[in-house]
C-alpha cells in the first residue's frame, strides 16, 4: 500500500453542480478524517469516521455536505449545489487509534475544487 | 478550547541559516503535538513528533521540544537547505481530533 489516495485530483464545477470526492485510505487504518484548507491557511476539520461510523462532524458543516465509509473502508465526501465559496483543497487522511493522543496522520495529496 | 497559533510568515533565509518557527497551543488535556510540512505539489506529511511534556521530536534535522510551562512548541533547525523550502504547520491532536495552525511558508534561498 502506497498511502493516502483521493480522486479527483482536480474538479472544476459550475455553481449549482453537485459533485463528489472519493477517499482510499491506507488499508489497515481504521481512522478516516476529511479537511478542507483554502490558500493560506491550515486544514479546517470536516468530519471524521471510525471505522464505518461517523463520530465527529463540524459546525462549521453544511448540510449541503455529506459524508460517508460505508464498509470501513474508502470514504466519499459530497457536496450538493456547490457554491463558490466551496473553492478549496479538500484533504483526506487516516490514521491507527491509539490509546492517547499520539497516533499520526497521513494525508493524501488532496482534491482540489473550483467551483466557477 | 483546543487552538494552535504559529508565527506567521512568509519567512525567508540564506542557505545554512538558523530557522525557529514559533508554536503555542492552548489544550485541555494533555495533547500530543506535531509539525507538519507540504513541500510545493506535494500532501502534508509528518516531520516530528512529541507525545508528552519535555519530548523532543526530531528529523531530517529539525527539533522541537514539547514545553508544557509555556505551552510552545518551536521548530529549529541549525542550518537550513535549499531543498527545506516549504510550508510547516504546527499541530495538536487530543487523541480523536487534530487542530493545525495557518501554516509557516518557508523560503531558503542559496
Known amino acids: 500500500d502506497t498511502g493516502v489516495s483521493q480522486d479527483p485530483r482536480h474538479k472544476i464545477t459550475k455553481r449549482g453542480q453537485n459533485v463528489t470526492f472519493r477517499c482510499d485510505p491506507i488499508?489497515?487504518?481504521?481512522?478516516l478524517y476529511w479537511y478542507r484548507q483554502t490558500l493560506g491557511q491550515g486544514p479546517e476539520f470536516l468530519t471524521y469516521?471510525?471505522?464505518?461510523?461517523?463520530?465527529?462532524k463540524s459546525r462549521l458543516l453544511s448540510d449541503r455536505f455529506s459524508a460517508e465509509r460505508p464498509k470501513g473502508s474508502f470514504s466519499t465526501l459530497e457536496i450538493q449545489r456547490t457554491e463558490q465559496g466551496d473553492s478549496a483543497m479538500y484533504l483526506c487522511?487516516?490514521?491507527?487509534?491509539?490509546?492517547?493522543?499520539?497516533?499520526?496522520?497521513?494525508f493524501g495529496e488532496g482534491s482540489r475544487l473550483t467551483v466557477l | 478550547g483546543n487552538s494552535v497559533t504559529q508565527m506567521e510568515g512568509p519567512v525567508t533565509l540564506s542557505e545554512e541559516a538558523f530557522l525557529t518557527i514559533n508554536c503555542t497551543y492552548t489544550?485541555?488535556?494533555?495533547?500530543?503535538l506535531f509539525w507538519y510540512v507540504q513541500y510545493p505539489g506535494e500532501g502534508l506529511q509528518l516531520l516530528l513528533k512529541?507525545?508528552?511534556?519535555?519530548d523532543k521530536g526530531s528529523n531530517k534535522g529539525f527539533e522541537a521540544t514539547y514545553r508544557k510551562e509555556t505551552t510552545s512548541f518551536h521548530l529549529e533547525k541549525g542550518s537550513v537547505q535549499v531543498s527545506d523550502s516549504a510550508v510547516y504547520f504546527c499541530?495538536?491532536?487530543?487523541?480523536?481530533?487534530?487542530?493545525f495552525g495557518t501554516g509557516t511558508s518557508l523560503t531558503v534561498i542559496p
Open positions: 487522511a487516516s490514521s491507527l487509534t491509539s490509546g492517547r493522543a499520539g497516533g499520526e496522520l497521513f
Open positions: 489544550a485541555t488535556g494533555y495533547p500530543s
Open positions: 469516521f471510525q471505522n464505518e461510523a461517523q463520530l465527529e
Open positions: 499541530a495538536l491532536s487530543t487523541g480523536n481530533q487534530f487542530y
Open positions: 512529541a507525545t508528552k511534556a519535555d
Open positions: 488499508s489497515e487504518h481504521n481512522r
